[in-house]
């Protein structure tokens, strides 16, 4: 077979780590130059520089890998499509060769000006005669994969000895022994001080600091050199925004300079609008680090009474739940074919650097944004955010209405118009009346027509369609904005606003740094030399984690709270329990939610003074819908079908059925903290009928929170689904027991055929009514089960209901759902949030389960095995 059939035959590989070296790939051997044997691989085009710096961070032998010749073929060049055409030619070399400026080296002829320093600051200890390379060729045949062909894979010179590391003797006391040049980190780092304003000095010393405390040198990062800082100064001080006077050229330009921190770019055209996406390499970490099985939230919009073009940012949250922007997208509008563009190519970068990456939800917070694209492109549930709208309502009605009284009562208003509309019980007729009731409010009531009532429309529908983000969420984007605000529309000359390549400087330089460092570890070390711009804390909603109960006293219609650095100070809450509460305090009047409100509102409904959220109960509308019409997934059907056929195996082992006379025997599992989680399963599945068929639209279920002692309580028995956190990753719900078993191998071996009579359940037995008394009272029913005198046990077929206990109103609010009914499937996303809490979920110890009962003569299924009481 001919060589390149060969290598082109060769899988892709991929590797999930966002970095990776040859230790990684597995190699091939193919027959190369001069007959040597050449190791080759191919990976992805788009990972090439992850395989360089993995490559680089050798833990052996350190080194640094640099472009030592370039071939490339023009974009506009015609060409053939032969196999063998190559499109880009890279050869990457070790940074410590191929010159070797020791005593008695070899210096290739191209090189032979070099001039040896009277002093060796380090430049003659950088060439050593290292000869390890590797070649990287962009074939015509697949321009989207890179072949990789290493020549030589050993860090050593012509004569076969290391040359450098720590294998080299000679290299001790020299950079040699380590890499060449510092870490991306550090240099990082010191780019993102010297952005924000800390001087030269002011770095070295904290560094020289550190390297003494840990006892001397001991990697690359510790012989950072003054010069180096120095030198990276300058630079910064002399760069400018303005590459050219006509700001669309200047724009380009610096798309060209900056290709690797660019996602997608589209220049004016005719039919197109200006597209500008950006995105560094530390923000692609961020995204895949805090965004796999997590939520992204859109800021949309920012800026636009100010900049040329408004600013849509991209957020995750990290785990104190504080915002980070992962992307920067700019553009005059955000139309949605423009949406569906900039988003693809983000989603192709990430799923690039992570095949594994997805995402659990999205979050928008403008009601025009296209669902449709983003579920199309993110795979994922949408979810809306209120809190712009919440936070110009609250800021216009300080600002324009000067009487508290009036100001508490519309707010109080137009929380009650929001919570109806959110629970579908409202129409646009309620903001009607509203007006109308508040009329001698000219000033208020004049924004509000103006501004809102136009577009409330979208709101109402966007409400009533979209399950609704929490408050911690809106307490973290309105963080967001705030810092973003400080951190870039600070300028002196309010003309550069108007100009695109200034905002785009801005983003990838300071505003990057600032957010970089709020993640940096050491930031405290240069407390003393911060800015208002840099200033950072908690978000509304941590703070209120803070603040203890004691502090909080209820004073009829509204509640105090009492300040945590200053005692004299008391903070007065109007509306309490409300997410449209206000606050005398500075960051509530300026339209915030502030921490006093959280935590008033998190006792209230700990006391169950006020309904609780939205979040929650759209939550249990969401299960409601799963039990009513359960997902058509083969692996949800598989782990409920294995699972009952090992509940039923442990039954058959402990309890001889056939010799039972009770039409129905009972199963009562002690163990309550052991949790098996059971998806639904179609009846048509799992559920057989007298003749061996079901109906799968015939599926109800009981939502049912109670909880006793030892055991489950239920109303009613059936599959038993235990939610003890929200935030459980969707693919774990898929994980059988081991030892369970395939719908196929069930149905084949005929396992429920075989048991069928020992599992019937008579739902018209004559005992029905004197268990029905016990089944109401929760105390009697544990009674009933665990006393010897226990009667049969039937199963109740009800209607869907649910039955919330206190105990639910302290769960997570912020568990996603989104469902969408299609007219042959119901594709429906249970979003779990590890990190996003609401403010009745400040402390949460059980949480409901949800019961699903099967047909009156169906298989009997519970959560969890354990003591087996028969009758």
Known sequence: MPKWDVILSLPVQNPP???????????????????????????????????????????????RFHVEARRRRSPTMPYKLKVD???????????????????????????????????????????????????????????SVALIIYNEDKHVDKKGVPCHGPQDKKAAG?????????????????????????????????????????????????????????????????????????????????????????????????????????????????????????????????????????IHSLLVFNPDNKAIPVAWIIAPRFASYDAYKWMRALYNRVQTKDPTWKLAGFIVDDPLADVYTIRDVFQCSVMISFWRVRHAWHKNLVKKCMENDMRVEISRRLGQIVDKICRGQGTINLFEDFMEDFVDESDFMDYFKATWYP??????????????????????MEFYHNQLKLRLLNEKEPCVYHRTDWLVDKLDTKVHSYFWLDEYSGRDGFARYWKEEWVSGLTSWRKALKILDSDVAMDGRCAKVTDQLDQDRVYV??????????????????????????????????????????????????????????????????????????????????????????????????????????????????????????DGNDANGVVNGKSSGNGISSESAGVEIACAEMDVDPSSICIS???????????????????????????????????????????????????????????????LSIDIPPSTIEFVEQCTVAHQNDVHTLDVELTGISNMEDANTLSYKTSPSISIPDEPKGVEMAETAGVIKAN
């Open 85 to 143: 055409g190559i499109l880009e030619y890279i050869l990457y070399w070790c940074s410590f060769g191929p010159d070797d400026h020791r005593t008695g080296g070899v210096v290739r002829p191209s090189r032979s000006t070099y001039v040896p320093k009277k002093k060796n600051a380090g430049r003659p200890n950088t060439k050593r005669g290292c000869t390890c390379h590797f070649i990287v060729k962009r074939l015509i045949a697949e321009p």
């Open 174 to 310: 020299t950079r040699a022994l380590f890499a060449p040049y510092i870490s991306d980190d550090l240099r990082l780092r010191v780019l993102s001080l010297l952005h924000v304003g800390v001087s030269v000095e002011t770095i070295m010393q904290r560094h020289n600091e550190s390297v003494e405390r840990q006892g001397g040198p001991c990697n690359r990062d510790d012989l950072l050199t003054h010069r180096y800082v120095r030198r990276q100064e300058r630079n910064i001080r002399r760069s400018t925004y303005e590459l050219d006077t006509d700001d669309v050229i200047s724009v380009s330009l610096w798309v060209e300079s900056h290709q690797s921190n660019v996602f997608f770019y589209e220049d004016f055209s005719d039919s197109e609008p200006f597209t500008l996406g950006i995105q560094t390499e530390w923000q692609l970490q961020q995204m895949i680090r805090f965004g796999n099985r997590n939520l992204v939230i859109s800021d949309s919009r920012f800026g636009t009474n100010k900049l040329k073009h408004p």
């Open 737 to 799: 027991p081991p030892g369970l078993h395939s719908v196929d191998e069930v149905v084949s071996n005929g396992v429920f055929s075989e048991n069928r009579e020992k599992l019937m359940v008579d739902a018209e037995s004559e005992h029905f009514s004197s268990r029905s008394d016990s089944l109401m009272d929760p105390n009697c029913f544990e009674e009933d089960v665990f006393t010897k005198d226990t009667q049969e046990s039937m199963m109740d077929v009800e209607p």
């Open 573 to 694: 809450v109007w509306n309490p329990g409300s997410q449209f509460s206000m606050c005398d305090c500075n960051w509530a009047e300026m339209g915030n939610m502030c921490e006093h409100m959280l935590k008033v509102q998190s006792i209230y409904r700990k006391n169950k003074s006020a309904m609780p959220s939205i979040s929650l109960l759209q939550y249990h509308q969401a299960l409601m819908n799963i039990l009513h019409r359960p997902p058509h997934d083969s692996l949800i059907r598989d782990h409920a079908v294995s699972l009952a056929v090992f509940v039923q195996k442990h039954i058959d082992e402990l309890v001889d059925l056939e010799s039972c006379n009770t039409i129905g025997d009972q199963a009562v599992f002690s163990n309550a903290h052991q949790s098996v989680v059971n998806e639904n399963c179609t009846n048509e599945d799992v559920s057989h009928n007298e003749n061996g068929s079901g």
């Open 17 to 63: 780590t966002l970095e990776f070296s040859s230790d990684d790939l597995v190699w091939s051997k193919v027959e190369g130059w001069r007959d040597n044997l050449d190791r080759i691989a191919l990976i992805p085009f788009a990972r090439v520089n992850d395989f360089v710096r993995g490559e680089s961070s050798n833990k052996d032998c350190p080194t």
């Open 455 to 476: 577009r409330i429309g979208k709101w109402i529908t966007s409400l009533q369609t979209l399950p609704l983000a929490s408050q911690e969420t809106c307490a973290a």
